[in-house]
């Protein structure tokens, strides 16, 4: 995940733009995350695959916001 926000780094496209796409990123494995928690449990490998993912979406941001 953190090469979609290199990718989108190399697109011309406005930080704003930028910014509000990673957002939505975000809040889509966040749901994705809860909802696989809900149906398969919070331990399942699913669920926990979307966590790690979601933690590395939000490591990316917050290296970039350290910048």
């Known amino acids: 995940m953190h ?3 290199q990718f989108l780094d190399c697109l011309n496209v406005s930080n ?3 910014n509000k796409m990673i957002m939505i990123k975000i809040e889509e494995k966040r749901s994705e995350m809860l ?3 809900k149906k398969y449990g919070f331990t399942s490998e699913i669920t926990v695959q979307c966590s790690q993912e979601l933690d590395k979406l939000l ?3 917050q290296m970039k916001l350290n910048k």
């Open 59 to 61: 490591n990316a941001v």
């Open 35 to 37: 909802s696989s928690a």
């Open 3 to 5: 090469h979609n926000i």
């Open 16 to 18: 704003g733009v930028k």
